[in-house]
Each structure stands twice: as C-alpha cells, then as structure tokens.
C-alpha cells in the first residue's frame, strides 16, 4: 500500500480518537494525537514541552508554531514511513497552512482529509453522559458504554469524574466554537479536492468501515 497521509476532523464526541486508534491498527498507519504529543513533550521535559506547559499555567491557548513544531517534529520520524493520521491538528486554516508547507518542504502532502459529521443533538446527547477515568483516561458513556462498577474504570479500577467541558451548557458552547473554527477549515480542504465527510452516527463499527473505505 502507498504512504498514506491522512488528517481526522470531527467535533467533540464524534469519535476521532475511537476511529483513528482503530483506522490506524487496520491500515498500518501511526496515529498522532495533538494531546497526547503535548503530553508526552510536558512529561518528557522537552523545551516545547515546558514552553507549553507556561502558557497552559496561565490559562492561554498553547501557540500554533509550538504546537506546529511538534508536529514537524514527528512526522519526520522513522516510524511514519508507512503513513500517518493525525487526529486533532489542524484545528484552524492557518494551522492547516503551516502543515501544508512543513510538508512541500519534505515533499510530501495530504492525501485525504476525512471529516465525520454528526448532528448537534447527538453531540450532546453523546457528551452530556460521559465520564473519563482520573488515572488512564479511559472514557465511559452512562447510557452507551456504562463501566462495570458505578463511578469505577474497568481497565484500572481508577475513579470516574465528569470533565467541567462535558456538562450540558459547556457542550453547547463547544459545539458552537468548534463550528466556528473548523467550518473554514473543512471549506479549505474542501477546495483541494481531499475532503470526504463521514456519517458520524452509526455504530463504532459502521463508522471505521466508512472511514477506511472513503481513505483507501
């Protein structure tokens, strides 16, 4: 199979995380996380890493080119040699412009930009009943994918909490910077011909199959 380059967009409670981790064991590509690169450079004490963490102590967005470095950072690894998906970057056109360049400067480019629609009600529905655990961050839905105990992680017996971001009117108003944010972003791949959307609200299962046959 040739290298793939994918990009992941989707709402808060659409699934990105669930559908890249899946996409990438069936298609052999690593998933790259935005969050999870941001931790591993906080926890690893890199100079990105703490230059975030300052802006993060003092409640500011992290800045694109720290986030944007990152970025650069690992996709010039070994590793993605095979193809990547990157879930959560871009999140802004101007980001998607810098990705876009960091990439012709190594010759390269995205290939599909795969987007998963899901309605609004859904979202909150979705985010209004989920619950995180504290130690490994495995998510729980009250009513989807209940945990085995009440307010206990069934991989790690951590406790359950309810982020401030997931209650109802915190849900509202994430869904609505979320569309203010990304709807330019999706016209923008829109424009490059790399875009797909995705129906968001079928089952896990229903949505992964969709996803690998829109991006194969």
Known sequence: MDTLRIILLGP?????????????????????SSGDLLRDHQNRGTELGMTARDYMKKGLLVPDNLIIGMIEERIKMEDVESGYI????????????????????????????????VSDQELIHRLGGRWICRQCQQPFHEI???????????????????R???????????????GEQTNPLIEYYSTRGTLVSIDGEGSIEQVRQSLIGAVS
């Open 12 to 32: 808060p409670g659409a699934g990105k995380g669930t559908q890249a981790k899946s996409m990438s064991e069936s298609l052999g590509l690593v998933h790259i």
């Open 144 to 162: 989807n994918s209940p945990p085995q105990i009440e307010g206990k992680c069934d991989t790690c017996n951590g406790e359950l909490y309810q």
């Open 86 to 117: 990157l879930d959560g970057f871009p999140r802004t056109v101007q980001q998607a412009q810098s990705l876009e360049k960091a990439l012709e400067n190594q010759g390269e480019s995205i290939d599909k930009v795969a987007n998963i629609v």
């Open 164 to 178: 401030e971001d997931d209650t109802s009117d915190a849900v509202v108003q994430r869904i609505k910077v979320f």
